[in-house]
């Protein structure tokens, strides 16, 4: 019987861990691999033209994230900087989105139609720092004038079927 309370004692508990961090957690917006797309770091007519995230620079204190790149995790730090990335542009209405130089994030009103102005690029990472040849297998970013672009998913209206994507 004493065997019996502690097992479900620590179910009870263990639940309640689980849910207790429920609101912590922020829900990730949907979105999709597009693919990876020249930039010119150089140019102010970029593919993408806002900054909206960087977790390179802490002296740019407007876009700074406070948070550092993760070189040792970092699939897990690719997924984390595409979904505040994805947040962040969806709050401010844009359509799609790039990670670039391993740890920004770059978006605009009209990225759904510039992200591909300079062309296509082969320099873009997976989460191995090799080439990013199925971005349907892991996550993506973009090194050095280079953009992996990701386009937002849009959640239908209640009742109005399933979802659809961004054009």
């Known amino acids: 019987m004493k065997s019996y309370f502690v097992v479900s004692t620590l179910c009870i508990f263990a639940l309640y861990c689980e849910f207790s961090n429920a609101d912590e957690i922020e829900e990730c917006p949907e979105f999709k691999p597009v693919g990876c797309f020249k930039d010119r770091s150089r140019s102010k007519n970029r593919a993408l033209g806002r900054l909206l995230i960087t977790d390179r620079d802490r002296s740019d204190k407007k876009r700074y994230s406070g948070k550092d790149i993760d070189w040792f995790n970092y699939g897990v730090y690719i ?15 844009f359509s799609h989105f790039g990670l670039q130089f391993y740890g920004e994030c770059w978006s605009g009103p009209t990225a759904g139609i510039t992200y591909l102005k300079y062309g296509e690029s082969a320099q873009c990472a997976n989460e191995y720092f090799g080439a990013c040849e199925d971005p349907d297998e892991g996550a993506c970013i973009g090194r050095a004038n ?18 659809s994507v961004l054009e």
């Open 79 to 93: 997924h984390d900087l595409a979904c505040r990335c994805a947040k962040f542009a969806k709050e401010k209405g």
């Open 146 to 163: 280079a953009n992996f672009v990701y386009q937002l998913s849009v959640t239908p209206a209640s009742g109005s079927g399933d979802s």
